[in-house]
């Protein structure tokens, strides 16, 4: 069987490589889901993974929109003497395929995490030179997402390396969204629109509001860190190729205030929502931040523009983002420690030369509608007079 499957992937190499490309059915909205390393990093198992398929389920997670429950680092096992990846038999005794019925059997879809190097960033078998055994592998199993990460590379270039993957993928003919995770080394959003779905702009994010950890050769940074550096990328996202500021650290240690802050930044970055929590003992304020389903409509929204930020006022971001049917998605992001006052005239117009859209409140009336408070506060026809507490938001929605 095994060398049946090698003569597979040769013919697959030699066949499909002038019409390889990725799948363009998928992503067009940004994915949705949850992915185990932020909070168990190396520390995953099967019935962990099971378990969460569970929550996300019995949550209300998956009739919110979220449906991939990926596997990041470390199931890896050790490759055997044709080459072929297998899991750590210990943390996944009924292998991947079984695992992977059980997720397909909630509804949801399956991920797993690969490397383009010769070892993952935990150390196990990256997917260098085995590119294509791989994708025929990840087929056999039902895997829907894969994670392809940047850890011991050499001296590889991404482009190669993640067309190589993107091809091997095409050619085992199982629609596979593809997320690449360089972090942003090689300016992804310059050249990998036609290679993956979602790409990395950013280092890794942890849990903090306001912070840069220094590791000393590399670092990972914080809320407001990550959203800084978005800035001038909104023209390269779209539908079916979406920046990727990294994985929610909701419900991991921030206070509530902050998570509902970062939730509500993703979303109007338009940012994949990939939940990195314990969804099995999620606060109540967790669940009702990563499900608010108001906010997540402007994330999903059908035009797929990226928002972007119109102006600081003494410490508070002012956002928009075009919303279809005329609609506009706003929010005041508090970066400040201290609480503020803002005083904001929707007379003042709004034009996004991108998105050749203006929102003119002088000419048009919109009712205002506050979408953490689920409730209608307004219209544009008076100043909008809040007072709004540290590390937070409002977040609104304007409808003619």
């Not at 849990?207 to 590399?218: P, Q, R, S």
């Not at 003992?281 to 499900?291: H, P």
Request: neutral net charge; contains cysteine; proline residues 3%.
């Amino acid at each position: 069987m095994k060398r049946k499957l090698i003569f597979i992937v040769v013919a697959l190499i030699f066949t499909d490589q002038l019409s390889a490309q990725k799948f363009e059915s998928l992503a067009k909205t940004p994915p949705m889901g949850w992915n185990s390393w932020n909070k168990f990093a190396c520390d995953v198992n099967e019935d962990m993974i099971r378990q969460t398929a569970d929550a996300m389920v019995s949550s209300g997670l998956k009739d919110a929109g979220y449906e991939y429950i990926v596997i990041d680092d470390c199931w890896h096992g050790m490759r055997d003497s044709l080459g072929f990846i297998h899991p750590d038999a210990k943390r996944f005794p009924n292998g991947i395929k079984a695992l992977s019925d059980y997720v397909h059997s909630k509804g949801l879809k399956f991920g797993i995490y690969s490397d383009a190097g010769n070892q993952t960033c935990g150390g196990r078998p990256g997917s260098r030179g085995h590119e294509y055994q791989d994708a025929i592998t990840y087929a056999q199993w039902g895997v829907d997402y894969l994670k392809y990460d940047w850890c011991n590379t050499d001296n590889l270039n991404a482009v190669g390396a993640y067309t190589t993957i993107r091809d091997a993928l095409f050619a085992a003919k199982r629609p596979v969204l593809l997320s690449m995770c360089e972090w942003g080394t090689s300016k992804p959003w310059l050249w990998a629109k036609d290679v993956a779905h979602i790409w990395r702009t950013t280092g890794d994010i942890y849990n903090c509001f306001d912070c840069i950890k220094d590791y000393g050769t590399w670092k990972s940074f914080g809320v407001l860190a990550i959203i800084d550096m978005q800035d001038g990328l909104r023209e390269y996202a779209g539908i079916g190729h979406w920046n990727d500021p990294d994985m929610l650290e909701v419900g991991n240690g921030m206070k509530v205030n902050e998570d509902r802050a970062h939730f509500s930044m993703w979303c109007m970055l338009t940012a994949p929502l990939i939940a990195g929590n314990d969804l099995r003992s999620m606060s109540k304020e967790t669940t009702e931040i990563l499900g608010n389903k108001e906010v997540i409509a402007v994330n999903q929204d059908a035009l797929g523009i990226q928002g972007f930020k119109q102006e600081m006022r003494d410490s508070v971001d002012i956002w928009f983002k075009p919303l279809k049917d005329n609609d506009w998605a706003v929010c005041f992001l508090n970066r400040s420690q201290k609480s503020k006052k803002i005083q904001f005239d929707w007379k003042t117009p709004v034009v996004d030369k991108f998105a050749k859209r203006e929102l003119n409140a002088d000419k048009t009336v919109y009712k205002i509608r506050d979408l953490w408070l689920h409730k209608n506060i307004g219209t544009t026809e008076k100043l909008l007079n809040i007072e709004m507490q540290s590390h937070d938001v409002l977040m609104i929605r304007l409808t003619k």
